[in-house]
């Protein structure tokens, strides 16, 4: 990637291209600035080129830049040196900066990750210092190096990660997931399921909104059956019905691929009894109530769930659900209210499960598993 600049700084395009030596753009005549941004593993060598663009004639910066470097990285189970899935970070060291690898939606290198499904990689870095982290979510110790990448050369590191927490006869799980099959999320089927493997997730829900899709043969192809398993769910979505309840996970659900969309709920015109009732009726499920607290396409402000009676008072609340998600990913502001919600569910007689879950859409920053 190549930044160009006005003498006052402030950028004004970047170019970016894959493999080419030659990346051409259109700009308005004027002064400006050409750095090398980044990408390839190369780093810019020397002061920001300048160049004059005129009108009608095509001008010409040479940017010099580094010979590529690279990091190989493996990480192996500390006990029985078995290749584990992992995820690497990687910071940079003054006066190196941190890497952007790549688009935060994505397995692989993005943003300054890189996740691996088989424990081993190799990324192009631009030549510098950097601290490596080697994480395989919480039960694993997340092992640090110092890295220094040569012009030229390859850096490797070889990380043992030590199971450390015990949980024997428990499953990790997100049981709230989104992938692009659900329209509101950039992030591939097969990342998806790397994302989990990465994090030390054992059981992965997708719960698309208004869709049923199985990943269970991506989880299999990726040779991760001993890792992950995949469920399929439906995240029972009520933003377009002329009055919303909001949203509900039902899981688990075979797919039905004589159905649309997989044989998810029919909804529009349907109360959440109604949709209840008929997930019932396919068999065995947990219904969830999922970020409860949301606003506008949240259950209990919805549908004006009262503490004190631990139920709502609109009319066409039901109470028949299995699960409240008192965590949803990253969002603080709704936490103490879901909290308080279960209690009063708990002490009104109506026992439930509470659920701690992503709600994930993407990767980086959105990581599945916690």
Not at 35 to 45: D, E, F, M, Q, S
Not at 203 to 231: K, P, Q
Request: charged share 20%.
């Amino acid at each position: 990637r190549v930044s160009v600049r006005a003498p006052d700084g402030h950028e004004v395009a970047t170019l970016a291209a894959t493999g080419a030596a030659v990346l051409e753009g259109e700009l308005p005549p004027g002064k400006y600035l050409v750095t090398y941004a980044g990408g390839a593993g190369r780093r810019g060598v020397g002061p920001a080129v300048g160049v004059t663009v005129v009108a009608g004639r095509m001008a010409q910066a040479d940017v010099a830049v580094s010979e590529p470097g690279a990091l190989s990285f493996t990480c192996e189970d500390a006990t029985t040196g078995a290749s584990l899935p992992c995820k690497a970070t990687l910071t940079g060291e003054d006066p190196t900066p941190t890497p952007d690898l790549g688009v935060r939606h994505q397995a692989g290198p993005a943003r300054n990750r890189v996740t691996t499904e088989t424990g081993r990689a190799e990324v192009a870095l631009a030549p510098g210092t950097y601290t490596l982290t080697l994480s395989r979510g919480p039960e694993y110790t997340a092992p640090t190096a110092r890295v220094v990448v040569s012009p030229g050369a390859t850096a490797t590191v070889n990380g043992k990660l030590a199971r450390v927490v015990d949980t024997a006869g428990y499953l990790a799980c997100d049981l709230h997931q989104h992938s692009m099959l659900g329209a509101d999320a950039p992030v591939a089927q097969r990342d998806r399921v790397i994302s989990n493997a990465v994090e030390g997730v054992e059981l992965a829900m997708t719960t698309e909104h208004n869709l049923v899709a199985d990943l269970s043969g991506v989880v299999r192809d990726l040779a991760l059956s001993a890792y992950l398993v995949h469920v399929p769910g439906d995240e029972v979505t009520t933003d377009a019905q002329v009055t919303p309840f909001g949203h509900l996970n039902v899981f688990p659900l075979a797919v039905d691929a004589t159905k649309p969309r997989g044989g998810a709920f029919a909804v529009r015109g349907k109360s959440a009894a109604e949709v209840i009732q008929e997930a019932r009726a396919r068999g065995p499920v947990v219904v969830q109530v999922n970020h409860p607290r949301s606003g506008n396409n949240g259950y209990f402000d919805r549908l004006k769930f009262d503490p004190a009676k631990g139920r709502g008072a609109a009319p066409g609340y039901a109470e028949e659900f299995d699960a409240v998600e008192v965590w949803n990913g990253r969002d603080l502001g709704q936490r103490a209210r879901c909290i308080d919600d279960y209690f009063a569910l708990l002490r009104t007689s109506h026992p439930v499960t509470p659920t701690a879950n992503t709600d994930t859409h993407g990767i980086v920053g959105q990581e599945p598993g916690y």
